[in-house]
């Protein structure tokens, strides 16, 4: 072949990427998960241990001091402070189960299930009046399911109350800081009422039973423990069902749709619109019908679904999408961006905003959707993902 037809050959090539001096472009996945676990996951599981202890601490000093206005609001903030990181790591609790031995998604029942229902727990603590189940789980109490008894309230105690019955978790313990009209009331039930003490034993069995339940899904996680973060950063051969790098950005496409679609648009912002009663709205199905913070928890679980996407330094899952189809990166993006600003545009409470501004909360829900949609279709087919639906573990 003539020199000059030989070099016009080389350019071709070169131009249509079929001539390489050196390796293709790769992405180190490897990497990618290893640095979602380190700068991601475990620093909000360590501040979710610290959180969860704090709130401990200050019911167990509410209830053994003089049960103070101060003190109230010192239970208060640390439930409040709890909610970030109880609400991000819905973006990466994955059901675990059966590795190790436990299923990170008995969470959702035993810790973060809401609303309580404040009948319920009023019942156990006045001795009087009839148990409600959500039976048909609606998030409405059916029909009475037993009567109320006069076991003593520890953790123990709370354990064997059937997720159900709405009456344990952080859910229980707002309703019990947070319950009352005003704060008079509330400290007047604890300092003077007729079953303050019960109530006191109800708030520190359900925040110790809580926070024990916690610290069993951070042991899960933890070297000392099932050392589920080593599984998720370097899967191996040796895990029965874990055995790749594909495995764990699976698991992460698929709990990023659970939140969006499930989690939030059809329970957190579906539930009080009256979505599943024939549209009908019941505002007190808002997560927080107490504290009113439900849209600070929306917000906080936008926030999770950024973590794992994008929130590590180096590579992450949104460095991964770009690397794959820079268009797909930047509609996940864009619609995360908008979720979370319409999610911000709701006028609190959340439950004044779905009788007086649903324009607003049905603007989110959209917004969430599209997000949902982004993730379940582009997201999932660029990172040649195999989303798996989320079973949810009532035991």
Same mark, same amino acid.
């Given at each position: 072949m003539p020199r000059s037809r030989y070099s016009v050959l080389v350019v071709l090539l070169a131009s249509f990427g079929l001539f390489s001096c050196g390796p293709p472009d790769t992405f180190n996945r490897k990497q990618m998960l290893r640095n979602t676990g380190q700068q991601v996951i475990q620093p909000t599981h360590d501040s979710l241990d610290s959180k969860s202890s704090a709130l401990v601490g200050v019911t167990s000093s509410f209830c053994e001091g003089d049960k103070t206005s101060d003190q109230l609001e010192s239970a208060r903030q640390a439930w409040k402070e709890l909610q970030p990181?109880?609400?991000?790591?819905?973006?990466?609790?994955?059901?675990? +189960?059966?590795?190790? $031995?436990? +299923?990170?998604?008995?969470?959702?029942y035993k810790v973060d299930d809401t609303p309580a229902f404040g009948d319920n727990i009023?019942? #156990?603590? @006045?001795r009087e009046g009839t148990y409600r189940e959500d039976r048909n789980g609606d998030g409405e109490p059916d029909e009475p399911f037993a009567d +109320? =008894?006069?076991?003593t309230i520890d953790t123990d105690w709370i354990a064997g109350q059937d997720y159900r019955r709405h009456a344990k978790g952080f859910a229980a313990v707002e309703y019990l800081l947070f319950g009352s009209p005003d704060d008079t009331e509330t400290l007047a039930l604890?300092? +003077?009422?007729?079953?303050?003490?019960?109530r006191c034993d109800y708030l520190t069995a359900a925040a110790e039973h809580a926070t024990g339940a916690t610290d069993d899904y951070l042991e899960a996680w933890s070297s000392d423990g099932g050392d589920f973060m080593s599984v998720f950063m370097q899967p191996t051969s040796d895990d029965m069902d874990w055995t790749t790098v594909q495995d764990s950005?699976?698991?992460?496409?698929?709990?990023?749709?659970?939140?969006s679609k499930d989690v939030l648009s059809k329970r957190e912002l579906g539930g009080p619109m009256g979505q599943h009663a024939?549209?009908?709205?019941?505002?007190n199905r808002e997560a927080s019908p107490y504290a009113n913070y439900s849209v600070e928890m929306l917000k906080a679980n936008l926030e999770g679904l950024e973590k794992i996407y994008s929130g590590a330094d180096g590579k992450n899952l949104a460095d991964f999408t770009k690397f794959r189809k820079g268009s797909v990166h930047q509609r996940v993006k864009t619609r995360l961006s908008?979720?979370?600003?319409?999610?911000?545009?709701i006028p609190k409470p959340l439950s004044e905003a779905v009788e007086n501004s649903p324009d607003k909360v049905e603007s989110a829900q959209q917004a969430i959707d599209q997000l949902a949609s982004a993730i379940e279709?582009?997201?999932?087919?660029?990172? $040649? #993902? @195999? @989303?798996?639906?989320?079973?949810? =573990?009532n035991d």
């Open positions: 990181p109880l609400k991000q790591i819905r973006a990466w609790s994955f059901n675990m +189960s059966p590795y190790r $031995g436990s +299923s990170f998604d008995v969470l959702f009023e019942a #156990a603590i @006045t +109320s =008894d006069d076991a604890y300092q +003077s009422g007729e079953h303050a003490s019960r950005i699976n698991a992460m496409v698929s709990q990023m749709v659970f939140v024939n549209n009908a709205k019941i505002p908008k979720a979370k600003s319409a999610v911000d545009a279709s582009d997201l999932k087919t660029t990172l $040649g #993902a @195999t @989303t798996t639906k989320v079973v949810v =573990d």
